[in-house]
């Protein structure tokens, strides 16, 4: 578990606060795979805007993610939908942000020989913990770089992604 940047957490709780938890999820869901992208392991990683499964995947890497920003520290229940296209992959990972108080904690949970029982999320969950402090690293490097006023625009999101991944693809233009 790893927390994300002070300026990033005081962006998201703004954010919650005008969004409904649906919306927050899908926000949560960009944030993540701009994250992603920006990963020299995750390039041209493969986001399933809205209802695809899982969330979003690399196949080269064999990494299947599934994504979830929630409001309740209950136990989480991935439906079958989710887990039997987690199964596709080598590598599922659950990547969560509880948005229930700031600081606001992240994990990514190694899902490998996980049973479909709730996962409840602590301190000692299984985690990928190399994958989880880069991301709570660039997670909060996106969120900072969309600003507070840009958050309720998925759009902003997906062009600051974007914009990454096109200079990154000019530097390797030019290697």
């Known amino acids: 578990m790893f927390y994300l940047s002070n300026a990033a957490n005081a962006i998201l709780e703004a954010t919650c606060a005008t969004l409904t938890p649906q919306d927050m999820g899908r926000r949560f869901q960009s944030l993540v ?54 199964e596709t992959y ?27 029982r709730p996962i409840a999320l602590t301190r000692i969950s299984p985690a990928d913990l190399d994958l989880e402090a880069y991301l709570a ?16 625009d998925p759009r902003r999101i997906e062009t600051v992604a974007g914009e990454e991944s096109r200079l990154r693809s000019e530097a390797d233009g030019r290697a």
């Open 90 to 116: 080598r590598h599922r990972r659950l990547v969560t942000l509880l948005a229930a108080s700031v600081p606001y904690p992240l994990w990514v949970v190694d899902l490998a020989g996980w049973s479909r």
């Open 33 to 86: 795979a701009a994250a992603l992208e920006r990963h020299p392991r995750f390039l041209r990683l493969h986001n399933n805007r809205g209802a695809g499964q899982p969330d979003c995947h690399h196949d080269p890497s064999g990494y299947g993610f599934e994504i979830k920003c929630r409001k309740s520290d209950q136990p989480l229940v991935l439906d079958d939908n989710s887990w039997n296209a987690l």
């Open 137 to 152: 690293a660039a997670i909060s490097d996106v969120v900072e770089e969309v600003g507070a006023g840009r958050m309720s």
